[in-house]
């Protein structure tokens, strides 16, 4: 396991094939811009409930509830996020070198880390997904030296299921939740091989 001034000096950014990552900063109006246009796309309500967050003032309350601003973003023992911004123009999306197409974070929710990951619709289905997931996989193992960590998505929602079992988690439990409007399962996911901890929240839900 990696000591406490390793885990809060989270680099800048990571790089796959195709994207860059940058850290999210919360000052950053691209950056903010963007995730109110992911959170507010109707096929991402669809997936993963409305969380009413329309505002630039709503993501200072998540950044505040996560320790999410520019003094603690770096800071693992709370809430890491990366943005995903193309490194070449991709004329069959019509996207130019820098778009950012995602997001993926690595957080301290629960008692074990948990890796995330979403895309704007249209840049589903390209392998993007997979990509960014296998990096932050890497980059937790690899990088921080941290064996146990969960992945979890909807229970409906497959795509993403299948991205985590390409990254190298298989399911270990299936748990009732609430998001947002959103009322139902979700798929618990994690490395073979090691001793599952069922996951426990640790940090209250933003809406607590």
């Keep these: 396991m990696s000591t406490d001034s390793t885990l809060k000096s989270l680099p800048k950014s990571l790089q796959t094939s195709r994207l860059l990552l940058t850290l999210y900063d919360g000052t950053n109006s691209t950056d903010c811009a963007f995730l109110l246009k992911f959170l507010n796309n109707p096929a991402i309500i669809a997936e993963m409930g409305d969380l009413h967050m ?3 003032s709503h993501m200072a ?52 880390p948990d890796i995330g990951f979403g895309l704007l ?20 193992e690899k990088d921080l030296g941290i064996e146990k960590f969960v ?47 069922p996951i426990v929240r640790i940090v209250p839900p933003r809406d607590a």
């Design 151 to 197: 992945g979890y998505a909807v229970e409906k929602n497959i795509a993403s299921r299948n991205v985590l079992i390409k990254c190298g988690l298989e399911l270990k439990e299936m748990r009732a939740y609430t998001h947002g409007d959103e009322h139902g399962k979700i798929a618990i996911y994690a490395k073979p091989g090691l001793e599952y901890e």
């Design 54 to 56: 329309t505002e630039p």
């Design 61 to 112: 309350a998540m950044e505040s509830a996560w320790s999410l601003d520019p003094s603690t973003s770096n800071n693992y023992t709370g809430f890491a996020m990366y943005m995903a911004h193309l490194l070449e123009d991709d004329d069959s999306l019509s996207a130019k070198k820098g778009d950012i197409v995602g997001w993926c974070n690595l957080r301290h929710a629960y008692n074990l």
């Design 121 to 140: 619709p249209n840049y589903w289905g390209k392998g993007f997904a997979t990509e960014i997931g296998k990096e932050m996989v890497r980059f937790t």
